[in-house]
């Protein structure tokens, strides 16, 4: 019930292609839900959260999409550019205190020209 | 404001050694985290610390692995006798002291562990 479930493991998308990554939960207490984007040799970095209580949130080229009844979401990344391609993990956890993380294994992406 | 700085960035130990891993948090940050990330797996938690206590530690090992976050200094965390398993990326992240909702975890560039 801790576990959050990501795919696809690895992805290649053209540039200027849409990346999408998904994500799943069982734990109904779940109710923040971050993504990190990781580079080689680096330590993750948040890229956008998001609550349940919107469907979708936006920044930039990223938007996260929310549904939950069906306990999932996912990361899309539009117009996907070489120094796109990293790791990324979604991640999950209650919203109040700062209560540890819930990682996904990872995707790795890799954008080419 | 520095980052979230660990180190060493890179430690090697022979079996049975001890690795120490420091953290030092972002300044004001008084909520520590460690993770271990193992090839081509996830961030898996280990413990939750804050000044002189320990929160969480459901995700450390039984044996051979303590944390711990002084009054004054940086978080360590200590693994014992080491064995070839332990090979893994060690990463550090802090958050600011809770004011209500949730606050983003900061991440450290990591110590990458290899034990031989």
């Known amino acids: 019930q801790q576990q959050v479930k990501q795919s696809p493991q690895s992805l290649i998308v053209q540039k200027g292609g849409i990346s999408i990554i998904n994500c799943a939960y069982e734990?109904?207490?779940?109710?923040?839900f971050p993504w990190y984007q990781q580079f080689p040799g680096k330590g993750p970095a948040l890229l956008i959260a998001?609550?349940?209580?919107?469907s979708e949130k936006k920044e930039g080229r990223f938007t996260i999409s929310f549904n939950k009844s069906a306990k999932q979401f996912s990361l899309h990344i539009m117009d996907s550019q070489p120094g796109d391609s990293a790791t990324y993990f979604c991640?999950?956890?209650?919203?109040?205190?700062?209560?540890?993380?819930?990682f996904g294994k990872g995707t790795r992406l890799s954008v080419i020209a | 404001n520095a980052g979230v700085m660990q180190n060493p960035r890179h430690l090697v130990r022979r079996r049975g050694q001890e690795a120490r891993l420091r953290c030092s948090p972002m300044?004001?940050?008084?909520?520590v985290y460690w993770y271990r990330q193992l090839p081509e797996e996830g961030l898996k938690f280990m413990v939750y610390?804050?000044?002189?206590?320990?929160?969480?530690e459901s995700g450390m090992p039984k044996e051979r692995f303590s944390a711990e976050f002084p009054k004054e200094g940086p978080s360590i965390l200590r693994i014992q006798q080491v064995v070839r398993g332990d090979s893994a990326a060690y990463f550090c992240?802090?958050?600011?002291?809770?004011?209500?909702?949730?606050?983003?975890?900061?991440f450290g560039p990591g110590t990458r562990l290899l034990v031989l």
């Open positions: 991640a999950a956890s209650p919203y109040s205190g700062n209560t540890p993380l819930v």
């Open positions: 992240a802090s958050s600011p002291r809770l004011a209500g909702g949730r606050e983003t975890q900061y």
């Open positions: 300044k004001g940050h008084s909520h």
């Open positions: 998001i609550r349940p209580d919107v």
């Open positions: 734990n109904t207490a779940f109710d923040y």
């Open positions: 610390l804050q000044k002189e206590n320990i929160i969480d």
